[in-house]
């Protein structure tokens, strides 16, 4: 018995012990199992992902090969349609296709294309309601400001809050471009008030694309340099002692103003345009330049010094409203580098700068111009279809992606783009001096900047030109509306 139970207490640890193995054993199995499937799983993974990083590499070169010979066709396209070597069916741009028959029906598809992207006009509604805002705060505002302090030539100061309040009211709302500078708040102004509201209202009311203004430009700017010089005429003649016939006449008729065989007034019989390019100083043009009737220059810079090159004759200074602005702050607000009885003519750059031309032409005895509104929006759009047109051609993007690449509603036309398309209108040929650019000559022949602006396009400008001299039978804008052009030659 004691034996038999000495024996079942042996047996139990051995019954015992197996079941640990057993367990020990399933644990080490299952242990086994586990550290194998996670191993697979590792390598079923790898391979994933090397079969998805193989995927991506195989969409990205597609993707890239499709990109660069969509774009190898643009630009094939593109070149082909100026060229007019262009296939039957391309891409008129990546992403959308357009089979025309013919290079010309793609031509002209690609023109017409052109033509609607120059004709957008970036910031044009927010630049009205600032001049809403600017002609409120001229009028309304400045009256209240005459009744809170009354008294003319009285200084005027804020003490309060609501002071301050009245003076952001009288410097108006939104950009500060078109913002009244305080000092001109002051009584003293208030004369010139009624000249600004007007001649802003008339650029306003003209603010429009009408491409027939290039036929109204003698009557606009000729006629009034005509008179004027006349005028001059008959002052020298009567101070040397020999008058001139006091029947002419200065008014607008045919013995003071010449007509042209289809009975329109006649433009002067030649014009030289002188840009203000550093290649100015690689040619002695200058007696070449003085021989023509008319003599444009920009933006009032000198010729003293420069004569041999420039030439020194001036019949008319064109300037942008920034110029006008630095003058309006010298005594008697003197602007004629080129003499005292040489007309200006400016466009505007910002709205706000009519106040300038209300003190400066209240001063001025010479005939101080503004061009039209209408003028202005012609050359904008001219100059945009070129730049349009040479962004497209040399990066084959889309032209809605322009914008980004040209400062949006800051750029605009150069002031010697503009003075060539006066003297379009106005001369009977053109001749064109200093515009263009080498490694070896600085910006401005007469300073020592070096650098083009950002917000002037200029080689779409001397594309411009380069159609010009050439005779091109389509220059945008014009063509459409039948304007001839006179003929053009450029000099380096």
């Not at 697979?40 to 195989?58: D, G, I, N, T």
């Not at 001397?462 to 001839?484: C, R, T, W």
């Amino acid at each position: 018995m004691e034996s038999a139970a000495l024996g079942g207490q042996q047996q139990m640890p051995r019954f015992e012990s197996g079941a640990i193995v057993a367990e020990c054993l399933g644990s080490w199995w299952v242990k086994a199992y586990v550290e194998r499937r996670k191993a697979q799983v590792q390598v079923w993974r790898s391979m994933a992902l090397k079969s998805l990083r193989l995927l991506f590499a195989l969409l990205v070169g597609l993707t890239l090969l499709f990109t660069l010979s969509t774009e190898l066709t643009y630009r094939v396209g593109v070149h082909g349609i100026l060229n007019q070597t262009l296939n039957k069916s391309l891409f008129v741009w990546p992403g959308h296709k357009a089979l025309i028959s013919g290079s010309q029906g793609l031509a002209v598809n690609f023109n017409q294309t052109l033509l609607s992207y120059a004709a957008i006009q970036i910031g044009e509604a927010e630049e009205r309601q600032q001049i809403g805002h600017l002609l409120d705060a001229s009028s309304a505002s400045y009256d209240a400001m005459e009744r809170r302090y009354g008294g003319r030539g009285r200084s005027i100061t804020y003490r309060s809050d609501r002071d301050l309040d009245l003076r952001s009211d009288l410097r108006g709302r939104g950009s500060s471009r078109n913002r009244i500078p305080v000092q001109l708040l002051h009584p003293r102004y208030a004369n010139y008030w009624p000249v600004f509201r007007r001649a802003l209202r008339s650029w306003v009311q003209n603010k429009r694309f009408e491409p027939t203004v290039m036929a109204e430009l003698i009557d606009l700017v000729k006629v009034p340099l005509d008179e004027h010089y006349m005028k001059v005429s008959l002052a020298e003649q009567q101070r040397s002692g020999n008058p001139l016939d006091s029947r002419i006449s200065y008014r607008p008729d045919q013995q003071a103003f010449p007509l042209n065989q289809a009975g329109q007034r006649r433009g002067y019989r030649s014009c030289a345009v002188v840009g203000n390019s550093g290649i100015l100083l690689q040619k002695p043009h200058g007696p070449l330049i003085d021989s023509h009737d008319m003599v444009i220059r920009l933006n009032n810079a000198r010729t003293a010094g420069f004569q041999n090159n420039v030439g020194s004759k001036t019949t008319l200074a064109f300037v942008n409203s920034n110029i006008l602005h630095s003058c309006s702050r010298r005594a008697g607000c003197f602007c004629h580098p080129y003499g005292e009885t040489v007309p200006i003519i400016m466009y505007i750059c910002q709205a706000v700068h009519f106040m300038d031309y209300a003190l400066c032409n209240a001063s001025h005895k010479v005939p101080l111009l503004i061009t039209d509104a209408r003028f202005d929006s012609l050359c904008a759009r001219i100059v945009k279809y070129y730049s349009l047109k040479n962004f497209v051609e040399t990066t084959g993007k889309h032209p809605e992606e322009w914008s980004s690449a040209h400062e949006g509603s800051m750029f605009h036309y150069s002031s010697g783009m503009q003075a060539v398309m006066l003297a379009l209108g106005i001369c009977e040929k053109v001749s064109i001096f200093g515009f263009g650019k080498s490694g070896q000559a600085k910006h401005h022949y007469h300073t020592n900047q070096k650098f083009e602006l950002k917000l002037h396009d200029y080689e779409a400008e001397y594309q411009f030109y380069a159609d010009l001299v050439n005779g091109s039978q389509y220059i945008p804008f014009l063509s459409e509306a039948g304007i001839k052009l006179p003929p053009v030659q450029i000099y380096f």
